[in-house]
């Protein structure tokens, strides 16, 4: 199966003022409609992508997914299991007329201390679906799939 794998790596130079570092950030076309997350305690978090302009979902996650149901796919983000987010953490940016924005925040408002090292990482896949049934076909390849931190090298 295709994916894409992401090994996003940080470090400071020098002292470095920051007001929010994000370790990742996947742009997702409007008619995505649906998000779904998988927590780090085994819980489902499910909600839907309306275009209000707000933040919906903010927590550490073992992975997500977004449905495309015009594209009849479904988007899965998988990330290593001890990668800990701050403030936004993954949370989605569900945007009127433009997008619905991903984001995965490393770091807050802060000081990036000199020789500081961090890292984000995500597995990206893409699973084919048609009505409405995404969640399962998400669920089974989410339990199924190959162990991320074997596919992101800096893990």
């Known amino acids: 199966k295709d994916f894409v794998a992401q090994d996003n790596r940080f470090r400071a130079l020098e002292n470095t003022p920051v007001s929010r570092l994000y370790g990742l950030m996947h742009c997702w076309r409007l008619s995505t409609d649906k998000y779904m997350a998988g927590l780090i305690d085994g819980t489902i978090v499910e909600g839907d ?3 209000a302009g707000n933040f919906v979902f903010n927590q550490d996650a ?8 015009e594209a009849q796919v479904a988007i899965v983000l998988r990330f290593p299991p001890n990668q800990r987010g701050v403030d936004r953490k993954h949370a989605f940016w569900d945007l009127p007329r433009l997008y619905h ?8 408002k802060t000081i990036f ?7 984000a990482g995500a597995v990206v896949e893409v699973i084919e679906i048609s009505g409405d ?5 998400v669920l089974q390849h989410v339990a199924s799939a190959p162990n991320v931190s074997a596919l992101i090298h800096h893990r």
């Open 49 to 51: 992508l309306t275009g």
């Open 133 to 137: 049934d995404w969640r399962e076909k």
């Open 101 to 108: 924005k991903q984001y995965f925040q490393l770091m807050g």
């Open 113 to 119: 201390s000199r020789g500081t090292r961090l890292s």
């Open 62 to 69: 073992l992975w997500t997914a977004v449905r495309d149901p």
